[in-house]
């Protein structure tokens, strides 16, 4: 038979203490005390090593907590998955997106969301910064950043392809770039990150390695958006995705340069709690991103990008 106290000692491990469990379940500690100590009396094992400032688990207790805690997270994932098929999905879904890729390739999709499930609410967060999912209490997030936390599970998305971009007029005007050591007698538009606050390098693949070079020119944006309008209005070069200046460019606005050294895609990620129960809501998300997403991988460009 199950104990009643289980749970409670579950969310004492998670949570770290007796009081920050309390807050969790909604109960007094003194509630949980009891409940811990009721628990290793009918278990006859000692779970915690208890100090007036710490508290950590015994070599019994942390058998205990890796045995258990797998099972009662998948029966809590059943019921709750018993529960959302008798109801329509629903609530605030927090989605954290990069600002202009949100734009460009997310927001086109949602409309046909939307319209299917127009009980749930998205709560769209535009941001080049890289936060952390957790702590903001977002649910999905998209984006190149690392999965640096193991609470969260980063599944392939997009290929975005990186370009070098310039205005036709600037080309005409300060010539074309060759090589990327050409780059020195241009001006380039530089990206730095919010995250960081270092500019982005730009990847160059020659002789089948990838080089780095950073930009060098008297513009620096933190808005790929701002580096695709001062290339409109002929400043310099900038690196962006293809797709953000795929259309410039088959209107022959833009030229794409230095197309033979360009590196490989980079790979976009999304990302969510790594826990097996996710809210129908969100699995209902993630699932029509993945279906409808349609990224700038190499054996599409040639279809959607002429050459000029």
Same mark, same amino acid.
């Given at each position: &038979?199950i #104990?009643n106290?289980?749970?409670?000692? !579950?969310?004492? +491990? ?15 500690s003194?509630?949980?005390? =009891?409940?811990? @100590? ?8 000692r779970l ?5 400032h710490?508290?950590? !688990?015994?070599e ?43 734009? &460009? ?7 046909a ?6 009980? $749930? ?6 941001d *080049?910064?890289?936060?952390d999912? +957790? =702590?903001?209490?977002?649910?999905v997030?998209? /984006? ?30 300060? /010539? ?23 500019? =982005? ?13 950073? #930009? ?17 209005? /002929?400043v310099? $070069?900038? @690196?962006?995705?293809?797709g ?22 980079i ?5 969510y709690?790594s826990?097996?129960y ?8 993630? *699932? ?6 349609? *990224? ?6 040639? @279809?959607? +990008?002429?050459?000029?």
């Open positions: &038979m #104990p106290q289980l749970n409670i000692f !579950l969310a004492v +491990v998670k949570n770290g203490n007796f009081s920050s469990a309390a807050r969790h379940l909604g109960v007094t003194a509630a949980v005390s =009891k409940a811990v @100590a009721q628990l290793e009396k009918s278990l006859e094992l915690f090593h208890r100090t007036t710490s508290l950590t !688990l015994t019994d207790g942390h058998e205990l907590y890796k045995r258990t805690e797998p099972l009662v997270e998948q029966l809590e994932d059943q019921i709750r998955r018993s529960k959302d098929k008798k109801k329509q999905p629903h609530g605030r879904l927090k989605i954290n997106l990069p600002d202009s890729f949100g734009r &460009m390739v997310v927001l086109p999709l949602l409309p969301f939307i319209e299917k499930y127009p009980d $749930i609410e998205l709560d769209l967060q535009f *080049d910064r890289i936060g999912l +957790v =702590k903001e209490g977002a649910d997030g998209i /984006g190149v950043m690392l999965n640096q936390d193991s609470r969260l599970i980063a599944r392939d998305f997009y290929k975005l392809q990186p370009v070098l971009v310039a205005n036709s007029d600037y080309i005409e005007k300060f /010539g074309e770039p060759k090589t990327p050591d050409d780059l020195s007698q241009h001006n380039c538009i530089a990206y730095r990150s919010s995250t960081t606050g270092r500019k =982005k390098t730009w990847d160059f693949r020659v002789n089948g390695e990838v080089i780095h070079r950073e #930009p060098q020119g008297n513009l620096t944006v933190n808005s790929l958006s701002a580096a695709i309008k001062a290339v409109e209005m /002929g310099g $070069i900038a @690196a962006v995705g293809i953000h200046a795929q259309t410039c460019i088959e209107q022959g606005c833009f030229r794409r340069v230095l197309r033979e050294y360009e590196a490989d895609p790979q976009v990620k999304i990302y709690s826990r097996n996710l809210p129908a809501k969100t699995r209902l998300f993630i *699932d029509h991103m993945m279906e409808h997403v349609h *990224d700038e991988r190499t054996a599409d460009l040639d @279809a959607i +990008v002429h050459e000029l």
